[in-house]
């Protein structure tokens, strides 16, 4: 793939032809002469297997205001594992891409140091991350999945209260939720979610969001319990412990 730092990434895709290929991108993120090699370098697979085989799911798209995604699948003897790149092409007058990436990186290992749960992330090199693909959005998932998954709606608002305590004031911050039908996942660390300490207050604010947000994304009459959400939203909020808010 081009330098991100490229303004021509607004077209990436097919248009890009023989200037990139997923072999020599994963080569050159883990700096290794084959693409199995580099599957083995960056995590994603035990050993340098030769009979690893590499498929594309979807080629590069926009995903959002900020980033291009590629999903391709590997499959091995071990497992079958889908993975995405994302590339970073946020906007700002202040910061490199490279520092931008960073940023995000720095904001989920926060995120993931209070127990909420992230993709795998095999690589953070040149503003591209290449991490593990979650395959469901949340919100359809709750939808079409009935009863209601108890853990997955408090998953939620454990994130709420996480981003309070942390000091985020998100925008839309459930909206790109994903989970794997066992757990969920915040995939997103860009300017939806903005920097940590914008506010020191505390409100309830993104525990009505997070009540509100779960009661449209119902396939059916049941709501979510507002006194229980509001307890389990305080637990998290006051928490110290940050291995007590791991998901076991």
Known sequence: M????????????????????????????????????????????????????????????????????????????????????????????????????????????????????????????????MEEFVPHKLSTFLQTNTPPQHRLTDQVIQIAAILDKLGFYPISPFANLRTDGVDVFMVDFGQTLGPTAVTAHRSNRLLREAIGWLNSCRANSQVVDENEATALYRRYADDTNHEAGRWT
Request: contains cysteine; proline residues 3%.
């Open 2 to 129: 081009p330098d991100p730092t490229n303004h021509q990434l607004c077209d990436v895709g097919r248009s890009m032809g023989s200037s990139w290929s997923l072999e020599k991108e994963l080569c050159g993120l883990a700096k290794a002469r084959t693409a199995q090699e580099a599957l083995w370098r960056l995590g994603v697979v035990s050993e340098a297997c030769p009979d690893v085989d590499i498929k594309e799911v979807r080629d590069w798209a926009r995903t959002g205001s900020e980033t291009f995604e590629y999903h391709f699948r590997v499959v091995s003897r071990e497992a079958t594992r889908d993975v995405v790149l994302k590339a970073i092409v946020a906007f700002s007058t202040t910061h490199s891409l490279c520092e931008v990436a960073d940023e995000w990186v720095t904001r989920r290992g926060l995120l993931e140091g209070e127990g909420i749960c992230t993709p795998t992330l095999y690589c953070a090199e040149r503003a591209i991350f």
